[in-house]
């Protein structure tokens, strides 16, 4: 697919553009050219106006769609004599892409507020199926390191079943890039119906997921991660747990560098005897 540089614009922009403008970003998503018909003959085809032609341009950057068309052409040539670096640069830049989004989510205080909830818990039990399963096992695994009690909870049936076991004495983390995994949406839900404090980490910016949780941690995406055809659709989940975990280390680090060297040891000496 030609013009990676401009698409990937188009796409992280998607979600801002007009029902118009979606129409027209589609095309362009789509279009496998090195260069794009005229702006007439655009409008034409896709029944919108030149006026919105130039909006969509503006809204990307662009001073119009001329300028739009013109840089669409000359990168469309760039990568095509690149070959593998601009394939390379396609996932790098994806990754790079979905880094900035994560820093300009980032609030601190509301990583102080969850840590508060994590501390106060006598269990953490995280949800999550799919990628977001294997997001979920990563991170019980580092809690574990610096000593929580934490479980991983990635079975549809056993996402139910804990839920309604749960109490004000455990936090429940809930893990779905879409905000769509009904399974972990209904598990939050009775979970905060028992009274557990719940956290919900998700790409997804629906309000009536606000219902379900105590806190909403929200994650960067772009259009068609989940399908994971560029990059890992666990990747940005994983670096917000990172940057979680980093706020979570900090609080009474001496001990749980401790814990995390005793953990390490523990496994040490398990491979040693085994031997």
């Given at each position: 697919?030609?013009?990676?540089?401009?698409?990937?614009?188009?796409?992280?922009?998607?979600?801002?553009?007009?029902?118009?403008?979606?129409?027209?970003?589609?095309?362009?998503?789509?279009?496998?050219?090195?260069?794009?018909?005229?702006?007439?003959?655009?409008?034409?085809?896709?029944?919108?106006?030149?006026?919105?032609?130039?909006?969509?341009?503006?809204?990307?950057g662009y001073s119009g769609f001329r300028e739009f068309c013109f840089n669409?052409?000359?990168?469309?040539?760039?990568?095509?004599?690149?070959?593998?670096?601009?394939?390379?640069?396609?996932?790098?830049?994806?990754?790079?892409?979905?880094?900035?989004?994560?820093?300009?989510?980032?609030?601190?205080?509301?990583?102080?507020?969850?840590?508060?909830?994590?501390?106060?818990?006598?269990?953490?039990?995280?949800?999550?199926?799919?990628?977001?399963?294997?997001?979920?096992?990563?991170?019980?695994?580092?809690?574990?390191?610096?000593?929580?009690?934490?479980?991983?909870?990635?079975?549809?049936?056993?996402?139910?079943?804990?839920?309604?076991?749960?109490?004000?004495?455990?936090?429940?983390?809930?893990?779905?890039?879409?905000?769509?995994?009904?399974?972990?949406?209904?598990?939050?839900?009775?979970?905060k119906a028992h009274k557990a404090p719940t956290v919900l980490i998700t790409?997804?910016?629906?309000?009536?997921?606000?219902?379900?949780?105590?806190?909403?941690?929200?994650?960067?995406?772009?259009?068609?991660?989940?399908?994971?055809?560029?990059?890992?659709?666990?990747?940005?989940?994983?670096?917000?747990l990172d940057i979680f975990y980093s706020y979570l280390l900090q609080s009474?680090?001496?001990?749980?560098?401790?814990?995390?060297?005793?953990?390490?040891?523990?496994?040490?000496?398990?491979?040693?005897?085994?031997?």
């Open positions: 697919m030609y013009n990676h540089f401009i698409k990937q614009k188009v796409s992280d922009l998607y979600e801002e553009f007009t029902p118009v403008e979606k129409t027209i970003a589609d095309y362009i998503l789509a279009y496998r050219e090195l260069k794009l018909p005229p702006s007439p003959q655009i409008a034409k085809m896709l029944f919108v106006s030149e006026a919105s032609l130039s909006r969509f341009a503006k809204k990307c669409y052409q000359n990168i469309s040539l760039e990568e095509k004599t690149g070959s593998l670096d601009a394939l390379s640069q396609k996932v790098m830049n994806s990754y790079h892409t979905l880094l900035e989004k994560t820093i300009s989510l980032v609030d601190e205080e509301q990583m102080y507020r969850i840590l508060k909830m994590i501390t106060a818990a006598r269990r953490v039990y995280i949800y999550g199926v799919g990628s977001s399963g294997i997001a979920a096992r990563e991170f019980k695994l580092r809690l574990m390191r610096i000593g929580y009690f934490v479980e991983a909870v990635t079975d549809f049936q056993l996402i139910r079943m804990n839920s309604a076991l749960v109490n004000q004495n455990h936090l429940v983390i809930g893990l779905s890039l879409s905000g769509s995994t009904k399974e972990v949406i209904a598990g939050l839900r009775i979970a790409a997804s910016r629906k309000q009536q997921l606000l219902s379900c949780c105590d806190e909403l941690l929200p994650v960067a995406s772009q259009k068609n991660l989940n399908a994971g055809t560029t990059i890992s659709p666990q990747f940005p989940m994983l670096v917000v009474d680090y001496p001990r749980k560098i401790s814990t995390h060297a005793e953990t390490l040891s523990a496994l040490y000496d398990s491979d040693t005897m085994e031997r």
